[in-house]
């Protein structure tokens, strides 16, 4: 139980934490959907069979590193409660952006690299889902409209892929004109717009 | 050669036509990147060594039909040139939304089936920078500026992950709303915005 664990048997959250920390370090280079219980073996010193033992399948133990990196991600997002709605959203834009900047690699692996599974792609479901949440509860209504949920999950598609093509063209504009283009379509047209549509049904 | 085969020995091009049609249907129902040459031997009744005859791998084999089906999209996508740009938007968007309706369950496999095998997904990367493609020859410019491009491929990812939504909320808003909303987006906001970040850089 003591964390000066190294080099000393290791309780079972400590080694699982040690095996999802190593798939995260491979997740710069390998896709998810493609790391192996060799890999964290190799990555790790420890056998094959002790990977299982803490990850009965290959599915299970990419699970746990993709839910592992979303929760960084997600940590991120969650920003001071005390600043203005529209601070809020520059700030948990610019989490975002910092994050994918730190390690590209993890984030392309994490948003492209599910495929049509559907274990890994519960975790993004959830992981975009909770973003709608933590809009719902910024905004402080008591239902969202269907028009305006249908038009965030668009807007996080619209965020996820304009910084990935940001850094797929080598950072054509600089950070700032792309937060304050993200901060704008969300706050200047977004919300009013999706409001509208609502209620035209 | 002669256009009434069935029952006879097809030529190569309709033998290949053939195998791919059958994959197209099962589209519907099985993603992309999960087809086998064992489910087109069945569906067409020809033996597997046959389909691997066309298709020498699994992943050529759905890459094809993959094509296949993105041809059909894109090829709706391409409208009445004297139409005013505002209209030829629109009517781009109302042929994405049809079809998507026609065949909802073929367009997720399409759109999410292809996980990080990069063949296929070279196929939904030519697609999406077709639209670009489009979109730049409908505005008429020399050279599409990167911040514009970066906005593009965001509002394509919008287009795609609203309209998925709007599917998987069975349809809260009017088709109307929906295609307006989208409209909106590009013509009103986009594009301007997209502009204004290029100048900042």
Chains 1, 2 share one sequence.
Do not use: C
């Amino acid at each position: 139980m003591s964390p000066e664990s190294s080099g000393r048997r290791l309780d079972a959250q400590a080694r699982r934490a040690q095996l999802v920390a190593a798939g995260l370090e491979l997740m710069g280079s390998v896709p998810v959907d493609q790391l192996s219980a060799d890999d964290i073996a190799r990555a790790t010193g420890v056998s094959k069979g002790l990977v299982f033992h803490y990850f009965p399948t290959t599915r299970d133990l990419q699970e746990a590193i993709l839910r592992s990196a979303t929760e960084e991600l997600l940590a991120n997002l969650i920003v001071d409660p005390e600043a203005s709605h529209a601070e809020q959203l520059r700030l948990g834009i610019e989490a975002f952006i910092s994050y994918i900047e730190m390690a590209p690699a993890n984030y392309l692996a994490m948003a492209r690299g599910w495929g049509s599974d559907t274990q890994l792609g519960a975790v993004f479901e959830e992981a975009r889902e909770t973003v709608v949440g933590l809009v719902h509860s910024v905004l402080g209504v008591e239902a969202l409209p269907a028009g305006l949920v249908i038009a965030l999950r668009g807007w996080i598609a619209f965020v996820e892929e304009a910084s990935l093509q940001w850094l797929a063209h080598d950072r054509p504009i600089s950070r700032d004109a792309l937060v304050g283009f993200m901060q704008a379509t969300a706050l200047v047209w977004l919300l009013p717009e999706a409001l509208a549509i609502d209620a035209l049904r």
